[in-house]
């Protein structure tokens, strides 16, 4: 159910585990597969790519194209007189934009318009639902002549800016789905040619904006912050020789001052009904301490909680964080250009390693980033304790390195590899045969189907197989190199057929 700019689809058939052979999928299924595309909020139009062959060379392939032009049809065979049909968020985006300014100065000039697109900067005016639509346009337009130009590796003139725009264009759900997309387009090019003559002139401010992800308006605020939140992060190069009190505060004021940019403010979790509020502080160091904090929630509050962690720690911290890391590398590498995956670059961007893991303190939820490591990479480290654990292990090999260096990733995978996966390695070694033979626990002469999920329960030295919803299907002498928390990676199946369990797949 999340939402995601692009939804890869690669076959229009699943397997069915009733029928055991794979079936097409449904007009409903497809709709729901493409409805995921786009973000509301964060991005003006989503795409669903289905992988069709080009020129089919048999009968297989040519039936694929025609399951894919079929669900398309019955879709829209689907849709009645109330249905609005295709609709376009960026065509959408355009005419609330004009609705909004002609409301704004009671106006339907076209020329004016025109000539407002071409004379307003969102960032000097303030905000109304005209600026706030046209500074939602200007993110799209943005990113496209940045795009654009750093493709090209030079600033282009404005009729080549012009051409590249109409290309662009061409290729929106708006082009498609709008029957008026010329006049459209005309729009979309005229404010793309404004914001690169008059509104973002400097190829590194709009560059600069680009980089922090967030429309311009926030972009801005976000840069005019920028130097104080990077000058607190810098402080961080001696995270690991702190007091765990100390490293919670480097993070806690981190979090502070990122929140003074509007995206990415903070509001502490309201109470229910007349319920005191919950400072987020006090949730962060819940979240990040866990069992040492003082107050954790009650068993009504945890759900909440952990919804309010999710929002504003897990996306809207880390999406900032991740906005101003932009920057930074930016800043250090500018048109040489920045490989992610290269970890040695890291040192020259002039932040401290504690940086480059504090994604992953606040997704995993502690203050340690070998422990978040662990979790993250190594599948039989499964909770936070056992990580943080683990963890100590590495900082005794290590304990020669300055505290920066120690949280150097090559240096953290490299012993992870050494120590911890030739346990894993050994645990796959160890495991039972993959199918196991079982005795029935009740009559499946009547049953309409062999195959059935269970769940192992351990007891003494039985393994009872139930059916998700309690009841016993079968039971078995517990195999040889039995683990208890095979229960929490593993999926089995019954065959009542066959009498046997298998191990299926990684939960």
Not at 4 to 23: K, S
Not at 178 to 194: D, I, K, T, Y
């Amino acid at each position: 159910n999340l939402p995601f700019e692009t939804v890869l689809i690669p076959n229009l058939q699943r397997w069915d585990n009733n029928q055991r052979y794979y079936v097409d999928i449904s007009p409903s299924e497809f709709n729901n597969l493409v409805g995921r595309a786009g973000r509301p909020g964060f991005g003006t139009e989503g795409r669903s790519l289905v992988l069709v062959p080009e020129r089919p060379r048999d009968r297989a392939e040519s039936n694929i194209r025609n399951l894919y032009f079929s669900l398309i049809g019955r879709l829209q065979n689907q849709q009645t007189d109330a249905d609005v049909g295709a609709v376009s968020p960026l065509a959408e985006l355009i005419t609330h934009l004009r609705e909004q300014w002609r409301r704004l100065v009671q106006n339907d000039s076209d020329t004016e318009f025109l000539t407002w697109l071409e004379q307003t900067a969102p960032i000097n005016e303030q905000p109304d639902n005209a600026i706030e639509s046209l500074d939602a346009l200007d993110n799209v337009l943005l990113a496209a002549i940045v795009e654009v130009e750093q493709i090209s590796a030079r600033e282009m003139g404005l009729n080549q800016l012009e051409e590249e725009l109409r290309r662009i264009w061409r290729q929106t759900y708006a082009y498609y789905a709008s029957s008026n997309q010329a006049e459209m387009q005309e729009l979309f090019v005229h404010r793309g040619r404004a914001l690169k003559t008059s509104i973002y002139r400097n190829y590194t401010e709009r560059k600069r904006l680009y980089k922090t992800s967030l429309p311009p308006r926030s972009g801005h605020q976000l840069l005019a912050h920028y130097s104080r939140i990077r000058n607190h992060l810098e402080t961080g190069g001696d995270y690991l020789s702190r007091r765990e009190e100390d490293k919670f505060a480097y993070i806690r004021d981190s979090t502070q001052r990122l929140s003074e940019v509007a995206a990415f403010s903070l509001d502490d979790l309201k109470g229910k009904g007349r319920g005191a509020s919950t400072s987020w502080e006090v949730i962060l160091r819940w979240w990040l301490c866990h069992e040492r904090a003082h107050f954790k929630p009650r068993e009504t509050q945890i759900s909440d909680w952990h919804n309010f962690a999710n929002k504003n720690f897990n996306y809207r911290f880390n999406w900032g964080l991740g906005s101003i890391v932009a920057i930074a590398i930016d800043e250090a590498f500018g048109e040489e250009g920045f490989e992610p995956s290269s970890l040695e670059n890291w040192p020259h961007v002039g932040l401290p390693w504690i940086v480059f893991w504090m994604k992953e303190l606040i997704v995993w939820g502690t203050l340690d980033p070998v422990a978040a490591y662990l979790l993250a990479r190594v599948e039989h480290v499964t909770t936070r304790n056992q990580a943080e654990d683990l963890a100590t292990g590495y900082y005794r090999s290590v304990n020669s390195l300055e505290p920066n260096d120690q949280l150097n990733p090559i240096t953290i995978r490299n012993w992870a590899q050494q120590a911890l996966i030739p346990i894993e390695q050994l645990d796959v070694q160890l495991r039972p045969n993959r199918q196991i033979p079982v005795s029935l626990s009740r009559d499946f002469s009547r049953a309409s189907k062999h195959v059935w999920r269970v769940i192992p329960i351990e007891v003494n030295n039985e393994i009872r197989w139930l059916d998700p919803a309690g009841f016993p299907l079968a039971f078995c002498q517990k195999p040889e190199n039995w683990r208890p928390e095979y229960l929490e990676k593993y999926d089995f199946e019954l065959d009542s057929n066959r009498q046997n369990v298998t191990w299926n797949f990684y939960l």
